[in-house]
């Protein structure tokens, strides 16, 4: 803390730095009520802010995260990479288990990725 600050150690504690990419749209999603995704680097990380329990999660193809997505029904989340022709991975909520993967959609890097509102179409933007 600066010494001219009026936030001083005793009002504001930092809990740590999660490594959050704001220039990414639409980069932290809520999972359910307590847990949010969101993706930075190479990483997409799975943070509930009640408990505190933080799982980070590396980019399979190597290549780093594009975009990511939530399902309306809360039950998949979706993972776009970066790389030479990267994939989707698609995973079931809460059991991470991997559900499908997307592949050969663009040649480099998705921009973005979304789940229609009604959860029956997906849609992804490659770079």
């Keep these: 803390m600066h010494p001219d600050s009026p936030i001083t150690e005793g009002v504001v504690k930092l809990d740590g730095f999660y490594g959050h ?3 990414k ?3 932290a999603l809520a999972l359910d009520r307590d847990t949010i995704i969101f993706a930075s680097g190479i990483s997409y990380t799975i943070f509930n802010h009640f408990t505190k329990d933080k799982r980070q999660f590396y ?3 190597r ?6 997505s939530v399902h309306p029904s809360k039950k998949y989340f979706a993972v776009a990479e970066m790389g030479v022709f990267p994939n989707i ?5 809460p059991s991470l288990k991997l ?3 997307l ?4 040649e480099k ?6 789940f229609s509102g009604s959860g029956d179409l997906f849609a992804s933007v490659g770079a």
Excluded: V
């Design 99 to 101: 559900y499908r993967i």
């Design 109 to 114: 890097s998705y921009s973005s990725i979304n």
């Design 89 to 93: 991975y698609i995973y079931e909520y």
């Design 63 to 68: 290549g780093g995260i594009g975009s990511i």
């Design 21 to 23: 990419d704001s220039f």
């Design 25 to 27: 749209r639409y980069n």
């Design 59 to 61: 980019s399979r193809d």
């Design 103 to 106: 592949r050969k959609g663009t």
